[in-house]
């Protein structure tokens, strides 16, 4: 699918002077449909930037969404509208049916065949399922919000081709909806596939490729 950017009188998302004591600052702004890939070694400050955006990690700077401060939301709020889907998310059910309301069971079960996972993973103890199969559960869970935002760290590192290809072409469609995605990934083939910008994080800042 041809990769498309929507403007508007704000970028979609703009992160300004965000820094914390690991790493930073950094700056950019992304495009209502765009993705932006970030590279770097283990260490460099990816994930930290990811959680700074999500104000999950102490940081200073601003981030703002349609031209909108993070002051302004609430945390839940802005967590719900910028999502943060760590490498190896966390769960706060014992399986991943319980995470998804009645009203969603549609949307979860599209999502599910799209990702080739069975719905009967649904009800499946947590920890008796491969990384491979949380990771892309977690990817529904995220979906189902219906984010403007989604900060993905490594969703694809513990899937075989077939499942790496799925993920994409859902993330693709995504993106042509209008989501705008951050993704940090050691995979520079997967970073040109899907992204229109890739930045290498280099002693503690941005380096463009």
């Not at 890939?37 to 703002?64: C, Y």
Request: contains cysteine.
């Amino acid at each position: 699918m041809e990769k498309k950017i929507t403007t508007s009188d704000y970028p979609l998302l703009s992160v300004q002077n965000l820094q914390s004591d690991y790493a930073g600052p950094f700056s950019f702004d992304l495009a209502q449909g765009e993705c932006i890939a970030i590279l770097g070694t283990s260490g460099s400050g990816k994930s930290v930037l990811l959680r700074m955006i999500a104000d999950l990690e102490p940081n200073s700077g601003d981030v703002f969404l349609n031209g909108v401060s993070r002051s302004s939301w609430s945390a839940p709020e802005w967590r719900h509208q910028v999502i943060y889907q760590a490498a190896e998310p966390a769960w706060w059910e014992s399986t991943a049916g319980k995470h998804f309301s009645i009203k969603d069971q549609n949307t979860v079960l599209e999502l599910l065949s799209r990702l080739n996972l069975s719905r009967e993973l649904l009800e499946v103890d947590i920890n008796r399922l491969s990384t491979g199969e949380r990771q892309r559960l977690a990817l529904v869970r995220s979906l189902v919000n219906q984010p403007k935002i989604l900060l993905l760290d490594e969703p694809t590192s513990a899937l075989d081709q077939a499942s790496i290809q799925a993920v994409e072409a859902l993330l693709s469609e995504e993106l042509h909806k209008g989501l705008g995605i951050v993704l940090v990934t050691h995979s520079t083939e997967l970073a040109k596939r899907l992204s229109h910008r890739i930045f290498r994080i280099e002693q503690g800042g941005f380096v463009s490729l």
